[in-house]
Structures are given as C-alpha cells and as structure tokens.
C-alpha cells in the first residue's frame, strides 16, 4: 500500500487551527496509507494536538511556518514577501517531493498564485482551474473553472474540458463524462464571443463527449459531467448552489417545525430527509483541486469545518493512485 504524503496549511482558513487540526486527525484515523505534514505554526498546532491528546508520530508531523497570508493581502506580494508562511512552505513541500498534495483553506488568490510561482504548471497546461465537485439529482458533477481564471481564453476552457474528462473518468468512475458548456440556451448560435468561440472547439475535440451548451437551470438535475465555464461564471454558479443549498435546508425545517400535525410528520420523514440532504452536503466532497499543476493543490472553502479538511485528505488517494498529474503529463506531451 503506497502512502500518500499531504502537507496541510494549518494556519488556513476561518476556523483554523482546530478544525484543521481535527480534521487532519479524522483522516488519519480513516485512512492507513496517508502521512500529514500540518504546516504552520508550530507552538499552536502543539497546543491543538495536546487538546486531542495526540501528538507527532510515524504518520503525523509538523513543519514549522511562522507566517500567515491574511485573506485581504494581495495574493502576489503575499507569496513573494512571507516566504515562511504556511501556504508558501507547504507548496515548497509539493514542490521538492517531499508531499504528494497540498490542502488548505487559506486565501483562495494566494493559493492560486502560488499554485503557479511555487509548484508550477505541467508542460503543455496553459491555465490551471479550480474544479469542486457539485451535487446534482444523478450524483456529482465536476464545475471547472470556479475562481482561478476570470480573464481565460476559448483555448483555456478547451483544455479544462480535457483535464475535467480525466478527473471523472479516472477519479469518479464516469466511464465516458459527458461534457457541456454553460450558455444562456441550448441552440449552438448562442451565447457571448468567448462560449461562440469556444463551443466549436469542444464540438471537434476527438478525446471528449461533448454534448453541447448546458443552462443553468438543468446543472442541478445533472445534466452533464463535466460543465465548462470561465471562472467568473463558474464562481457564481458555486455560490449560489451553497447559498441556495443552505436556505433550502432552513425553509424545510422551518416548515416541518410550524404546526403539531407538520412535527409528527417530521419525525417520520427525518430519516430519509437527513439521508437526501447529506448528498447535498457540499462537505462530503471536500475541496476544489487545482489541476493541470506539477502535483495536487486542493482548495477548500474559507469556513471549513473539520469534515471538510478529513474528506479533502482523503480525496489525494485517489488521485495519486490514479496518477491524474501523470495521463495529464502525457496528454499534452503527445500533442494537442
């Protein structure tokens, strides 16, 4: 059983270090083949694993980073000053090979940027997009670009296609992902410059099943494997699921709470109603890889809990097992 070495920011995100911490311990206790490095400061996360009463171990161990990039700072100038900060120490770590992957909940732009600066791009890859898994009414949908790429171009949503095809294909067991690209309606001759320009090439790529435009409205339903967006649009299609996802929750329980007749009701739906509602639960998938990078970079959400940060450790098996980084390598290295 090979072990798979993931280097976590410690420092990253709302409720770090503990739920960091927590959930580190979590996937520890899950999952026998991995190794933590918990990045950042050391007299803290000493603290935090005295509180669980564990401690350094042959698989659990601590790199010392004295710096935090703040979710305000300007994520540049950030990686280039605070050398010693968690984020910039555990890219560092992926970079020399002494970790398989990267997982933080940290600044969302600094992870980007040093994504890139740091750890680097695979020969071939143009852009490197973020790519959650979604919920939908047929199981998960992988929503690629969600935040890194704003200003990318018809040949760099061509490439999330490919890379989105691999992720499924190798890591959910999508034997042939259908792929679509979102659009304001279905008909070919729609949409703004970058998705005219870039439907015909999806549409001639031979490696991909494209299936063409997908609306908004038809992603919950599953609809498509892979859905293919700039970032802006895929950032706001991401926040809207969560928000939406959220008040849902709270208008059901509202509801089965307001009358005598609604509660007896409750108490006999609640098992399943928990059970369909944990499928929706965008924690269960942990966080957003990076790909198209010289080794795994997850992003997970800035208010992460402990369950988030155990299931994104737990998804870098899959994928060193899969040698994601390794059919990407080679997809480009035999041409476009």
């Known amino acids: 059983?090979?072990?798979?070495?993931?280097?976590?920011?410690?420092?990253?995100?709302?409720?770090?270090?503990?739920?960091?911490?927590?959930?580190?311990?979590?996937?520890?206790?899950?999952?026998?083949?991995?190794?933590?490095?918990?990045?950042?400061?050391e007299d803290l996360i000493k603290e935090g694993l005295a509180k669980r009463n564990a401690h350094e171990g042959e698989r659990l161990h601590i790199v010392p980073a004295t710096e935090v990039i703040e979710m305000a700072e300007p994520p540049v100038n950030a990686i280039r000053?605070?050398?010693?900060?968690?984020?910039?120490?555990?890219?560092?770590?992926?970079?020399?090979?002494?970790?398989?992957a990267f997982v933080s909940a940290g600044s969302t732009g600094a992870i980007l940027v040093g994504g890139q600066l740091v750890a680097g791009r695979i020969k071939g890859v143009k852009r490197a997009p973020l790519a959650p898994l979604i919920p939908t009414k047929k199981g998960v949908s992988?929503?690629?670009?969600?935040?890194?790429?704003?200003?990318?171009?018809?040949?760099?949503?061509?490439?999330?296609?490919?890379?989105?095809?691999?992720y499924m294909r190798d890591i959910?067991?999508?034997?042939?992902?259908?792929?679509?690209?979102?659009?304001?309606?279905?008909?070919?001759?729609?949409?703004?410059?970058?998705?005219?320009?870039t439907y015909p090439l999806l549409k001639a790529c031979r490696d991909i099943h494209f299936i063409g435009s997908i609306e908004a409205r038809d992603i919950p339903d599953g609809a498509a494997d892979v859905i293919v967006c700039e970032a802006f649009v895929g950032n706001v299609i991401l926040k809207l699921y969560e928000g939406l996802s959220s008040t849902l929750v709270d208008v059901i329980k509202t509801g089965l709470m307001s009358t005598l007749r609604s509660k007896i009701g409750a108490a006999l739906a609640l098992p399943a109603?928990?059970?369909?509602?944990?499928?929706?639960?965008?924690?269960?998938?942990?966080?957003?890889?990076?790909?198209?990078?010289?080794?795994?970079?997850?992003?997970?959400?800035?208010?992460?809990?402990?369950?988030?940060?155990?299931?994104?450790?737990?998804?870098?098996?899959?994928?060193?097992?899969?040698?994601?980084?390794?059919?990407?390598?080679?997809?480009?290295?035999?041409?476009?």
């Open 172 to 197: 959910m067991g999508v034997k042939e992902p259908r792929v679509a690209i979102v659009n304001i309606g279905a008909e070919e001759e729609k949409g703004n410059a970058l998705v005219k320009e």
């Open 273 to 336: 109603l928990k059970r369909t509602l944990k499928d929706f639960d965008t924690d269960v998938y942990g966080g957003a890889p990076l790909l198209g990078l010289n080794g795994l970079v997850v992003k997970t959400h800035g208010s992460a809990k402990a369950i988030t940060i155990t299931n994104s450790i737990i998804q870098c098996i899959a994928f060193k097992q899969q040698d994601i980084n390794g059919k990407i390598q080679r997809m480009y290295h035999e041409g476009e």
């Open 142 to 166: 992988l929503l690629i670009d969600c935040g890194a790429n704003v200003d990318a171009r018809a040949e760099h949503l061509l490439q999330f296609a490919r890379m989105g095809s691999v």
């Open 1 to 41: 059983m090979d072990t798979v070495k993931v280097a976590v920011d410690a420092m990253g995100g709302d409720n770090a270090p503990d739920a960091v911490i927590e959930g580190s311990l979590n996937a520890l206790r899950l999952k026998k083949e991995i190794e933590v490095f918990l990045v950042g400061r």
């Open 81 to 100: 000053r605070k050398k010693d900060s968690s984020i910039v120490v555990g890219l560092k770590l992926l970079k020399a090979g002494d970790a398989d």
